[in-house]
């Protein structure tokens, strides 16, 4: 069960993030094994200056367009697995809202299994 959360500037619409969000579950289902119908995103807009990022760290340089995508999962996935989503969420982003590349910062925070409820007070990946 990955959990998205996903940090826009504020102002973007209810159909822009509905696109970001199916860009990466889709993303997840064709890279890194994520079971259809597991979607579980949250989105959280900011006013200008409550999303504080250097424009030109590593040599990307960001626009004030740049969103932040973090994703906990459980772990396990390979390197090349990993890049492969951080590739398909970018291009993904870039055709279907125009959103730069370089606007794009992704994070991925890997849990073990017992680390999920899915309701019930329940580990149910716990055997």
Known sequence: MPLVRVDVPQGKSPDYLKTIGEVIYQAMRQTINVPENDRFQVFTE??????????DYLGV????????????????????????FYKAIADGLHQQLQLRREDVVINLVEVKKEDWSFGNGEAQYVK
């Open 61 to 84: 340089h960001r626009s004030e367009d740049c969103i932040f995508i973090q994703v906990t999962l459980n772990g396990g996935r390979t390197v090349e697995m990993k890049q492969a």
């Open 46 to 55: 900011h006013a200008p200056g409550r999303m504080v990022f250097d424009p």
